[in-house]
């Protein structure tokens, strides 16, 4: 048994001579296998063994804080523009002229008489029996008067309000149209002329 463990110890020692020979004759012997390097600190990348002679990236750990200016960001400031508005144009609205009133009657110059004013209108109702004198007038118009009278005041007492008179035909044949402080009725705003109808009515 010691004869067999001798031999084959001759036999490993001759495979590991032969085996030195051969690497001998082949030239330069293979370089050994690379290995990884050690791993660096945290937060570190290195280059890897298919790519040398890159210097190796830092990659920081933590992010810078922003800090903003005591005061905040500026305000952005508009420049002031000044506005016109645009022109108005305004069109005057269209309106007739307004027609003239015609003018009032003038005075007659060939009658009647103030005393034939006063006798046509005596004796009408609503007309104090009393002394009339007229004391405008009279104004004509065509074959229209008229006039104002009034009550002639007795002693002590007050003047009486002013009548107007409205007539019509000659100065010989006068007929009465209206008496009173309201002459201005339908028959003279539709038949007396207008000088007349303006000294009675205003209009």
């Known amino acids: 048994m010691l004869r067999n463990g001798r031999r084959r110890a001759c036999a490993l020692f001759a495979l590991v001579v032969s085996g030195t020979g051969v690497l001998a004759g082949c030239g330069e012997p293979p370089a050994p296998p690379l290995t990884a390097p050690p791993p660096g600190p945290a937060g570190t990348v290195t280059a890897s063994a298919s790519a040398p002679g890159y210097p190796p990236v830092v990659v920081p750990t933590t992010l810078p804080t922003g800090v903003l200016p005591p005061t905040g960001l500026p305000n952005a400031t508009l420049p002031t523009v000044p506005y016109t508005p645009p022109p108005v144009v305004t069109t005057p609205p269209t309106t007739s002229p307004a027609t003239p009133a015609p003018p009032p009657a003038p005075k007659c110059t060939g009658g009647p008489s103030p005393a034939q004013i006063v006798a046509v209108v005596e004796g009408t109702a609503g007309i104090p029996d009393r002394e009339l004198k007229v004391i405008d007038g009279p104004f004509c118009s065509g074959t229209w008067q008229f006039a104002t009278i009034e009550i002639v005041a007795r002693r002590g007492e007050e003047k009486y309000e002013p009548l107007f ?18 002459v201005c009725s339908k028959r003279v705003r539709d038949d007396a002329p207008p000088g007349v109808r303006v000294r009675a009515c205003g209009a």
């Open 165 to 182: 008179v409205v007539t019509t035909g000659s100065p010989a044949a006068l007929q009465l149209v209206e008496a009173g402080t309201d």
